[in-house]
């Protein structure tokens, strides 16, 4: 499922070269006097690179941690095994079936309940393997981002190294494109949650219905794809530069006739296409992105 779209990196010069490896040995360094330590492992971008340089850094000693919940699509999750296969870490998968109540009702912030419970499942697994440290993929640019869930994260002390060292996100790509790790160029993805507007129930058949619709789309080409599920309404965003293709036939037919056979009764595309956090446009400027990896 991982796809590289074979883009080229930007051009570094030698003194940002320098100053990038010393974060990058600064991160190996501040993992090993963890000694042994646990990843929330998604298999995105951050959480990927992460997991690797701690299997650099402690070898065996580094486990990660991955919560197969409603919220974590198939796909994803494949890419998760699949990235941990080839880093050569131990891969744990914990089992959560149900969404938590404060969850379910979808409050703005929403993402700080599912952090909360979801690091909390990660510590609990990691304590019994005797492992004290929990680290997660929060990265330097990550505070510029409205993110409720860093609160939950900050609360159960989990530990942020890439963003104690300061690595960008542009930065965590270049590294993981040295690595030789496919997701150096992975699309940003966020939690299904975050394709339910605020305030609307997360509701265990609208989940599937959307990872049905992004699966759809994603096996049609489509790398960056929303299905935000409003009620019997499907709005789908895509890259700027894809919109018009939904349009011609026959796709365009072949896309509502999936849609609703998927449960949607009207399907809508978004003019405006995709942009990190839309739903967060409801609740005002200031709180126009949101979570860690999971950019919705």
């Not at 990843?39 to 990927?48: E, K, L, Q, R």
């Not at 394709?195 to 960056?224: A, S």
């Amino acid at each position: 499922m991982i796809v590289s779209q074979g883009t080229q990196s930007q051009n570094i010069s030698p003194e940002e070269i320098k100053a990038t490896n010393e974060k990058y040995n600064n991160l190996l360094a501040t993992l090993k006097r963890l000694v042994h330590v646990a990843i929330a492992f998604s298999g995105g971008v951050d959480s990927s690179f992460l997991l690797a340089a701690a299997r650099e850094a402690l070898g065996d000693k580094a486990v990660g941690i991955t919560i197969d919940s409603p919220a974590l699509p198939r796909h994803e999750l494949e890419d998760a095994i699949e990235i941990a296969r080839l880093v050569g870490a131990r891969h744990i998968i914990v089992q959560s079936a149900e969404i938590e109540s404060e969850v379910k009702q979808n409050p703005v912030n929403r993402c700080y309940f599912c952090k909360k419970a979801e690091f909390g499942a990660i510590i609990e697994k990691a304590k019994s393997l005797g492992i004290r440290y929990v680290l997660d993929g929060s990265n330097a640019d990550d505070l510029m981002d409205y993110r409720p869930g860093r609160k939950a994260i900050d609360e159960l002390q989990v530990l942020s190294p890439l963003l104690e060292a300061g690595l960008t996100k542009a930065e965590i790509r270049e590294f993981s494109r040295t690595l030789n790790l496919p997701t150096w160029d992975k699309p940003a993805y966020a939690c299904l949650f975050s394709r339910i507007p605020y305030g609307q129930d997360i509701r265990l058949e609208d989940l599937e219905r959307v990872e049905k619709g992004e699966k759809f789309f994603i096996d049609k080409g489509f790398r960056t794809i929303r299905v935000r599920c409003h009620h019997d309404l499907a709005r789908i965003e895509v890259a700027a530069t894809d919109r018009m293709k939904l349009l011609e036939e026959p796709l365009a037919s072949e896309i509502t006739q999936a849609l609703k056979s998927m449960g949607f009764q009207y399907v809508t595309l978004d003019i405006q296409g995709y942009r990190m956090g839309s739903l967060n446009e409801a609740i005002g400027p200031t709180k126009s992105k949101c979570s860690g990896e999971n950019h919705g």
